[in-house]
């Protein structure tokens, strides 16, 4: 059995020993407190603080800011939605030009369209590929055209035969814009899951600057464009946006630079989207 005195160090170490603090001492593994420092105030006497609490002319904290970090606020998107021509930049391969025409086909009509369109044409879902993953388009697709469209891993085969309805179509467009096409791809939504992921129609078969008209049936979906960014330093985070929302019977064209110097997409909706059709005319150049 221990003496008295072994007992009394025992009780000792475990509330003053090793693993424990002395009163009055520092606690393991903090810093040394700061130094205090002296100043002389102008009436002769003598304050004290301490040198953590030590900042610049006025009691500010230094503080430190990155002078890469980019302050400037997302671009939001602006909405175009009367009729009309607009020139949405001018560089830097010249105008891009957008024109819109919200009630080229009336309400009734368009949706009668839309119905003989849905049962009447070939709809299918295609396989993509993007940076090297392959994936199934989230939408169904249909081509009409003498030669075959080429995208992103796509081949759309020529389709000499249209049909009525979409014969009609193109020659109304040629009638109100003076534009003439050869081919058409159509995309049929089914709801608002279904999407177009940001693109430029720039591939060579298309030639250069080309012009592509829009005409959308059923269901309202967003349409937005974004500018590229014109220096490898910036980001699309802060170039300009446009977004057009996309009614039962409108034309939209695409002319000029819109291509070259912008991107568009049709951005998925998780809320209640019903079925949309939309058209795009074209002209196809042999490769």
Known sequence: MSNPRQRKQRLQGGAFGRGAARPGAKPRGLP???PESLVNNENGSISRFAGQ?????GGQSLTYEDPNIDRRAPTEYELIED???YVISEKPSGPAIIELYPDF??????????????SALPWSQKINKKDDFTFMEPRLTVWYGDIRYKYSGVTQEATKSWHPVLEDLRERITKKTGLKF??????LY?????SVAWHSDNEYSLGTNPTIASLSFGETRAFQLRKNPENFEDTYEFTDKKQINLTNGCLLLMKGA???DWQHRVPKEYHDRRMRINLTFRTIYSE
């Open 258 to 260: 819109v291509q070259e």
């Open 53 to 57: 609490q030590m900042g610049v002319a």
């Open 32 to 34: 040394d407190p700061e």
């Open 190 to 194: 089914r709801d608002g899951h279904d």
């Open 182 to 187: 050869n081919s058409m791809l159509g995309n």
């Open 105 to 118: 086909l009336s309400e009734d009509e368009a949706l009668g369209i839309f119905n003989s369109l849905c």
């Open 83 to 85: 009729k009309g021509t």
